[in-house]
């Protein structure tokens, strides 16, 4: 009996200990310009990472624009800024779409989550921290550029995904959104995907350019993640507000898209691993701190 007794009490030890260090890895998705994509690859993305077994929540953070909930014509009453300004617990607030997605909408007046006082941010990351224990992967899908309001947020996450287009322009973009990036923390973990390309010899040129440019003279590595070639069902499915992988799921995209999902997985798998005795909120915490010249 005294045997059972030890084994039960070893077991409930593993399970604490497995659910204490069980946090959601925190992929920021952000671009150097609008019009390139980032929104649409980030409710896709999600989904096809969902379809691989994968838990996946995406919360929109593209500030004032609420681009998701109108890309899947699903309108809400309840957003990211009313988990704020009126503590409604961020649980309430998620929202499950299409394809299994759970996703959490910015609302319209997103723009003054990364303005709210320290109490109301820490009340915001302790509920965070505490979701991260109900899923794999959180995707915080960001406006374009770097926003020096929300940049705490973007540090503080374990993986960035870059979208581009091979335009000059763009990509221009994307290499000033790397420097930000490069000066507070050149060893994020960041990873580029060349969207709306014509055929794949474009988009790996593209990547070629900005990522040996990055080496050079910003000391970063970008990992290469695939082109998404361009697609007419993708803007056909904006348009009926039902995402591309759903809507047509045979389309060159949307196999594209599941391809994606895979090589982002075995990408990570790649990497080393390295525990991170620190959560999403803690991070933020001291980049916040830090970006503000107190002591991080």
Known sequence: MGTDQAEKLRQLIRK?????????????????????GKSVFSTNFSIALGRTGKRVLLIDLDIGMGNIEHMLGHFTLSSVADCIHDHLALHDAIFHGPGNLSFIPGGNSLAELFQIDERNMNIFLNQVD????????????????????MLHFLLAAKRMILITTPEPPALADAYSTLKIIGFHYPKMDTSIVINMVDDLSEGKEAWNRISETAERFLHMTIHWLTSLHRDRAVTRSIKEQVPCVVQYPRTRYSIEMKLL???????????PKVRQDTTFGERVRIHFRRLRGGKG
């Open 16 to 36: 604490y200990r497995k659910d204490q260090y069980h946090h959601a890895d925190v992929i920021a998705v952000l671009s150097g310009k609008g019009g390139v």
């Open 130 to 149: 505490d979701l991260k224990k109900n899923y794999d992967y959180i995707i915080l899908d960001f406006g374009a550029g770097v926003n020096q309001n």
């Open 261 to 271: 999902a895979g090589a982002f997985l075995t990408q990570k798998e790649g990497f």
